[in-house]
């Protein structure tokens, strides 16, 4: 009984706290909710690699997940670790890899026992089949996500080489075909 409400609890997190499910109202958060499927993962395990397939995003239920930039294994201590990010309810990772074929740029790692909602690509389809608008107004936020990330990554990259080269690498990147590149 407690662990019903317990998970009814951190559902509702998600469900009303979520930056990511912001621009869909109540209903059209849980509908989508409703496609989620729950994953169970063990302190230290990892949810995905680094260079891995991108299949899905995930919605942290419950638990602390790591963000690691670079080689998790090669770090022995705390100077060495890599650029890390922790993550906790209702936070969300791996979103990109919905809406387009990009390899992992993080691996996702357990800091302790943790219950994730997975979405992944099929349930993208199932959800544009059977609610359109839901699905348009989660592309919207997809592509929200994605661009703001470019505009930092732009800027930061401007600051350490020149604002031309960081445009010229954003304009050059629009006209190359990567399709090669892509999972």
């Known amino acids: 009984m407690f662990d019903k409400l317990k998970r009814l ?11 990511f499910l912001a621009n869909l109202n109540p209903a059209e958060r849980y509908e989508f909710l409703q496609l989620c499927h729950r994953r169970s ?4 395990e990892y949810v995905f690699y680094k260079n891995d397939p991108g299949t899905g995003m ?3 239920e419950d638990g602390t997940i790591e963000l690691t930039v670079g080689e998790p294994e090669s770090s022995s201590n705390d100077e060495d670790k890599p650029n890390s990010l922790e993550l906790y309810s209702p936070d969300s990772f791996g979103a990109l890899s919905i809406g387009y074929n990009l390899r992992r740029k993080t691996s996702a790692r357990c800091m302790t026992d943790c ?5 992944f690509k099929p349930d993208f ?3 544009r089949d059977r609610h359109p608008k839901i699905a348009v107004k989660f592309l919207q936020t997809l592509t929200n ?6 505009e930092v990554t732009t800027k930061k990259l401007s600051e350490v080489a020149d604002e ?4 010229n690498l954003q304009i050059q990147s629009y006209y190359e075909d990567t399709s090669e590149e892509s999972v």
């Open 164 to 167: 031309q080269t960081a445009l």
């Open 9 to 19: 609890k951190d559902q509702s997190n998600i469900v009303f706290k979520s930056k």
């Open 145 to 150: 996500k994605a661009l703001k990330q470019l």
């Open 115 to 119: 219950e994730l909602l997975g979405f």
């Open 58 to 60: 995930y919605f942290i």
């Open 41 to 44: 993962y063990k302190e230290g």
């Open 125 to 127: 389809e199932v959800l």
